[in-house]
């Protein structure tokens, strides 16, 4: 890859990378919007087309299948695209895919639509990750920033639509949808040319595409941690209503939880410069297997509530140090253009355990959630070993100044 010799601390250069990085966190928010909204999305579909819940379940899978293989695609093309180019195609895709759900008619054309519309989230997913992956400076606060907006995402629209589609109809979580998607289309215009579109740069031929050794190892570690702990989730009403006795306590305890992942976003980005990586994430791995702990230790209100909170606070935590790691693997940006497939990966696989739930007992469950994330923790630190400055926060940086935005 041609290096740039861009002072990296010029005020143009400085102002355009904002720019950059702000659409990126736009991107990334409205790529994983029609999954966060799925519980309201869902629902609204089987109304309007009167969908049996295998046939709304086959539209959900297909959506799924597209966000997966759209994040596999474009991880690698993420690299040999130029990238406003590539954003803006993305996102009109997307806004084209959100209006066309509200005007078909028919059950095959409205799974093939939303199929490409799956696709596109996935790619702008990468699109983020790889804008945030390539700034010049440590990316770990930056995704435990990138990891709140879903959930404030969630929060708001999950108050908002219920209401709105009392005014409008089933039409109302994808108007929402198509507003975000419009918004991400005008953010798509704020990044200028960066690094790897420059007319001179050297396109990566498809290997160099492909992550380096050490960055695999770090890409199943995110895949092993994310199986287990997806998996824990995927039951965690079930286990609230079995250990706490009640149908509506375990509810109200998981929509706690997820004020308290945002604060485990917020401990991540202050901790980002104070505490080596691998301290951040044996932390965090050590308070979800904690958390995991109270799920066997007994029944009750305490043990639930402990329990949902410990491992929200720590998965969203580790957001910063895990994928932090991760994402500096190389300079290039390349291991991070297939997070978003290893993460959706890992989080679909998860619910796949449950074939070992017997009953009402989540043991064997629990235990196999627990082997994976230490596993999945000794693949970070096998990642790590041998460099320190990975390992205490420092990048792998190829460039001075990866995200050089000359407009």
């Known amino acids: 890859m041609i ?36 519980p309201v999305t869902l629902p609204a579909l089987q109304d309007a087309f009167d969908l049996s819940n295998g046939a709304v379940g086959l539209v959900s899978t297909l959506e799924l299948i597209g966000v997966t293989s759209g ?26 895919c959100g209006l066309a759900t509200m005007l078909v008619n028919q059950i095959a054309v409205l799974a093939a639509v939303r199929l490409v519309d799956g696709v596109m989230a996935g790619a702008a997913q990468v699109i983020c990750y790889s804008i945030i992956a390539r ?25 908002f639509v219920p209401r709105f589609e009392h005014a409008v109809g089933w039409h109302a979580s994808f108007i929402v949808l198509c507003v975000t998607d419009l918004v991400g289309l005008v953010a798509s215009f704020w990044i200028g040319q960066l690094a790897h579109d420059r007319s001179d740069a050297v396109r990566p031929s498809i290997t160099h ?28 009403f079930n286990m609230g209503v079995k250990m706490t006795g009640s149908d509506t306590i375990p509810g109200t305890i998981l929509s706690l939880s997820q004020f308290v992942g945002m604060i485990g976003c917020v401990l991540a980005m202050a901790s980002a410069n104070r505490i080596s990586r691998r301290a951040g994430i044996l932390s965090g791995m050590g308070v979800t297997i904690l958390g995991t702990a109270f799920l066997f230790a007994g029944e009750g209100v305490g043990y639930y509530l402990f329990a949902m909170l410990a491992i929200n606070l720590a998965w969203n935590y580790l957001a910063g140090p895990h994928i932090g790691a991760v994402v500096t693997m190389d300079g290039r940006g390349v291991t991070a253009g297939f997070l978003p497939v290893t993460i959706n990966g890992g989080a679909a696989l998860g619910p796949l355990l449950g074939f070992t739930v017997s009953g ?41 100044a990866v995200v050089d935005l000359a407009i």
Not at 8 to 19: F, L, V
Not at 23 to 36: K, Q, R
Not at 214 to 236: E, K
């Open 3 to 38: 290096r740039t010799n861009v002072p990296t601390t010029s005020i143009g250069s400085r102002a355009s990378s904002r720019a950059a990085l702000i659409a990126a966190f736009v991107l990334g928010s409205v790529g994983a919007g029609g999954f966060t909204l799925l």
């Open 71 to 96: 994040a596999l695609t474009a991880g690698v093309l993420v690299h040999r695209l130029p990238t406003r180019p590539f954003a803006i195609t993305t996102m009109s895709v997307l806004l084209a």
């Open 135 to 159: 700034s010049a400076d440590r990316p770990d606060r930056r995704f435990a920033l990138l990891a709140i907006f879903p959930l404030i995402y969630g929060t708001v629209f999950f108050w």
């Open 209 to 236: 595409a492909l992550p380096p050794v050490r960055g695999l190892i770090s890409l199943g570690s995110i895949a092993l941690y994310y199986v287990g702990v997806c998996a824990i989730y995927a039951f965690a």
């Open 360 to 400: 009402d007992d989540y043991g064997l469950l629990l235990g196999t959630a627990v082997g994976l994330t230490f596993v999945s923790g000794a693949m970070i630190l096998v990642a790590l070993r041998g460099h320190s400055d990975l390992a205490h926060g420092g990048p792998v940086l190829e460039e001075k």
